[in-house]
C-alpha cells in the first residue's frame, strides 16, 4: 500500500519585502527577506502517491476540486518531488486550511510549505529543514520561510542552493519564536475582493517599467540589515520603522511602474493614517501592506488589544484580528 503524508504549516507575514525574481523558474528573489510566521494560521494538507484518479493527479482544497492555473500550480510541484524521488504515480491531495480565504493572508505559503512537507514524505524522501525550505520555495517563494517558525531570514542566494530560508536567533532571547521582541500582528481587512493583477505579473511590471525599482532593492539591503540589527538588540520601535518604511517604498515602486499598478483602495490609506494616529498617541504601532489593499500592523504582542481598540475606533466596520508568532512546519503523520 502506498503510504500517506499528512503535514501542517502557518503562513506568513513579510516584514521586509523581496518583490520581485531574479530567476523565475527556480523562484529565487532579488533580494533577502524577513517575515513573522503567524499562529492559528495552518493549512494542513494529506498527500499519497496512489495512482490519483484515473491516472492523474486529484486534488481537494477546503472541499473542492481547483481548476486551471491553481491545480496547474499543484501538479508542477507533484511532478517535481516525483522527479526527485524517482516516481510516477499520480498524487492525490487533500488539503484544508485553518484561515479563510478572505481573512487577509495569502493562503500559498502556508499551502506549499505543508504540500512539500507532505509529498516529499510521501515520496520516501526525508528532508532536513534547509532542504525542504528550498523545495517548498519551488511552489511559492513565500512558503520556504514558512518552513520555520517566528522570525525567519530567507537568504535570496544566486542559485537553487543557496536560496532558502533559516529562523532568526538571537543570543538569550527569552522567546525563541519572536526573538525576545514579543510581536505580534493585527490583520485589518478592507476588502475581500480578488487583486485585478497577480503578484507575479505586478512583479514582471514593476521589474521592468519602474523607475524607482532599482533604488527600492537597493534600500531593502540596507532595511535588512537595520531589521536584523533591531531584533537583535531586541529594539521593536526601530523594527516598525523600518518594517513600515520598506513596504511603502516598495508600492512606491508599483505605482511608479507604467501603467500604474495600485492596489491601494480608498480605505487602505484612510487605515495607513489610522494606524499613524495610534502610534502617535503612544501605542506601538507600524504599518505594513502586502500585494493588496489591506494592511498588517505590527505591534507589541501586549499591547495589541489596546491597539485593536484603538483601530477600530478609527476603522469602523474594518474585520481584525490579532496574530501572534506561529511554529513552523509539523508532519503530522505517515501512514502506511
Same mark, same amino acid.
Not at 56 to 71: E, K, L
Not at 181 to 195: H, N, Q, T, W, Y
Not at 265 to 282: Q, S
Not at 296 to 306: E, M, S
Given at each position: 500500500?502506498?503510504?500517506?503524508?499528512?503535514?501542517?504549516?502557518?503562513?506568513?507575514?513579510? $516584514?521586509?519585502?523581496?518583490?520581485?525574481?531574479?530567476?523565475?523558474? %527556480?523562484?529565487?528573489?532579488?533580494?533577502?527577506?524577513?517575515?513573522?510566521?503567524?499562529?492559528?494560521?495552518?493549512?494542513?494538507?494529506?498527500?499519497?502517491?496512489?495512482?490519483?484518479?484515473?491516472?492523474?493527479? =486529484?486534488?481537494?482544497? +477546503?472541499? =473542492?476540486?481547483?481548476?486551471?492555473?491553481?491545480?496547474?500550480?499543484?501538479?508542477?510541484?507533484?511532478? $517535481?518531488?516525483?522527479?526527485?524521488?524517482?516516481?510516477?504515480?499520480?498524487?492525490?491531495?487533500?488539503?484544508?486550511? *485553518?484561515?479563510?480565504?478572505?481573512?487577509? $493572508?495569502?493562503?500559498?505559503?502556508?499551502?506549499?510549505?505543508?504540500?512539500?512537507?507532505? *509529498?516529499?514524505?510521501?515520496?520516501?524522501?526525508?528532508?532536513?529543514?534547509?532542504?525542504?525550505? !528550498?523545495?517548498?520555495? !519551488?511552489?511559492?517563494?513565500?512558503? =520556504?520561510?514558512?518552513?520555520?517558525?517566528?522570525?525567519?531570514?530567507? +537568504?535570496?542566494?544566486?542559485?537553487?542552493?543557496?536560496?532558502?530560508?533559516?529562523?532568526?536567533?538571537?543570543?538569550?532571547?527569552?522567546?525563541?519564536?519572536?526573538?525576545?521582541?514579543?510581536?505580534?500582528?493585527?490583520?485589518?481587512?478592507?476588502?475581500?475582493?480578488?487583486?485585478?493583477?497577480?503578484?507575479?505579473?505586478?512583479?514582471?511590471?514593476?521589474?521592468?517599467?519602474?523607475?524607482?525599482?532599482?533604488?527600492?532593492?537597493?534600500?531593502?539591503?540596507?532595511?535588512?540589515?537595520?531589521?536584523?540589527?533591531?531584533?537583535?538588540?531586541?529594539?521593536?520601535?526601530? %523594527?516598525?520603522?523600518?518594517?513600515?518604511?520598506?513596504?511603502?517604498?516598495?508600492?512606491?515602486?508599483?505605482?511608479?511602474?507604467?501603467?500604474?499598478?495600485?492596489?491601494?483602495?480608498?480605505?487602505?490609506?484612510?487605515?495607513?493614517?489610522?494606524?499613524?494616529?495610534?502610534?502617535?498617541?503612544?501605542?506601538?504601532?507600524?504599518?505594513?501592506?502586502?500585494?493588496?489593499? +489591506?494592511?498588517?500592523?505590527?505591534?507589541?504582542?501586549?499591547?495589541?488589544?489596546?491597539?485593536?481598540?484603538? $483601530?477600530?475606533?478609527?476603522?469602523?466596520?474594518?474585520?481584525?484580528?490579532?496574530?501572534?508568532?506561529?511554529?513552523?512546519?509539523?508532519?503530522?503523520?505517515?501512514?502506511?
Amino acid at each position: 500500500m502506498t503510504p500517506a503524508a499528512t503535514a501542517s504549516a502557518n503562513t506568513n507575514i513579510a $516584514l521586509i519585502k523581496y518583490w520581485g525574481k531574479a530567476d523565475e523558474s %527556480l523562484t529565487i528573489p532579488t533580494a533577502s527577506s524577513l517575515s513573522l510566521t503567524l499562529g492559528a494560521t495552518r493549512t494542513t494538507t494529506t498527500v499519497s502517491f496512489d495512482g490519483g484518479a484515473d491516472g492523474a493527479d =486529484a486534488v481537494t482544497i +477546503n472541499g =473542492a476540486a481547483p481548476g486551471g492555473a491553481a491545480r496547474a500550480r499543484v501538479t508542477r510541484f507533484l511532478d $517535481l518531488v516525483r522527479a526527485r524521488a524517482g516516481l510516477t504515480a499520480a498524487a492525490t491531495v487533500v488539503s484544508s486550511s *485553518a484561515v479563510p480565504l478572505a481573512a487577509g $493572508l495569502a493562503s500559498s505559503a502556508a499551502g506549499f510549505a505543508a504540500l512539500a512537507a507532505a *509529498a516529499s514524505r510521501a515520496a520516501g524522501m526525508d528532508l532536513d529543514d534547509r532542504a525542504l525550505s !528550498r523545495l517548498a520555495r !519551488r511552489g511559492s517563494g513565500s512558503a =520556504a520561510r514558512s518552513v520555520f517558525g517566528g522570525l525567519v531570514l530567507w +537568504n535570496a542566494g544566486v542559485d537553487d542552493a543557496t536560496s532558502y530560508a533559516e529562523p532568526v536567533v538571537v543570543d538569550g532571547a527569552d522567546e525563541p519564536g519572536g526573538a525576545g521582541l514579543d510581536p505580534a500582528m493585527v490583520v485589518i481587512v478592507l476588502s475581500e475582493e480578488r487583486k485585478t493583477i497577480s503578484s507575479t505579473e505586478a512583479m514582471r511590471a514593476t521589474i521592468r517599467t519602474s523607475p524607482l525599482y532599482p533604488a527600492w532593492v537597493e534600500a531593502g539591503r540596507e532595511d535588512l540589515r537595520a531589521a536584523l540589527a533591531a531584533v537583535r538588540e531586541r529594539d521593536l520601535q526601530r %523594527l516598525g520603522e523600518v518594517v513600515e518604511a520598506n513596504a511603502l517604498g516598495m508600492h512606491a515602486a508599483m505605482i511608479a511602474s507604467r501603467p500604474s499598478i495600485m492596489y491601494w483602495l480608498p480605505r487602505t490609506i484612510e487605515a495607513l493614517h489610522a494606524v499613524r494616529a495610534v502610534r502617535e498617541e503612544g501605542l506601538p504601532a507600524w504599518a505594513t501592506i502586502d500585494a493588496g489593499p +489591506n494592511v498588517k500592523v505590527l505591534t507589541r504582542g501586549a499591547d495589541a488589544g489596546a491597539v485593536v481598540a484603538a $483601530l477600530r475606533d478609527r476603522l469602523p466596520g474594518a474585520a481584525m484580528t490579532v496574530r501572534r508568532p506561529g511554529g513552523g512546519v509539523r508532519v503530522e503523520e505517515v501512514a502506511p
